[in-house]
Nanobody, 125 residues
Framework: QVQLVESGGGLVQPGGSLRLSCAAS????????MGWYRQAPGKQRELVVL???????NYADSVKGRFTISRDNAKNTVYLQMNSLKPEDTAVYYC???????????????????WGKGTLVTVSS
């Protein structure tokens, strides 16, 4: 009943910008921490940035000063503004929520560790 769907990936030249979105759908009434991860070809998935429900953030050193995460709790959506993109930012970007509280009918439930299917970002000239 609950899923995360990313959008906004694509091909961009070095130095360019992209904005990713991740929308959670379902009868949701609360999402805890959310984050963006990425996986480059032949590499392990790595954390890009986390944001708490209250808005505190934690960025990977490789993206500090270039990427900005934000969230709209009313829309159950998290965004990733990526500026000054580099070829090494090329990866599939995944959205994660560590806990989502939702209703089935009138009964509250929760689930842990939700992932989207990913959106591809390619930085190339």
């Amino acid at each position: 009943q609950v899923q995360l769907v990313e959008s906004g990936g694509g091909l961009v030249q070095p130095g360019g910008s992209l904005r990713l979105s991740c929308a959670a759908s379902g009868s949701i009434f609360s999402i805890n921490n959310m984050g963006w991860y990425r996986q480059a070809p032949g590499k392990q998935r790595e954390l890009v940035v986390l944001i708490t429900r209250g808005g505190s953030t934690n960025y990977a050193d490789s993206v500090k000063g270039r990427f900005t995460i934000s969230r709209d709790n009313a829309k159950n959506t998290v965004y990733l503004q990526m500026n000054s993109l580099k070829p090494e930012d090329t990866a599939v970007y995944y959205c994660n929520a560590d806990r989502i509280d939702f209703y089935i009918g009138s009964v509250p439930h929760y689930g842990m560790d939700y992932w989207g299917k990913g959106t591809l970002v390619t930085v190339s000239s």
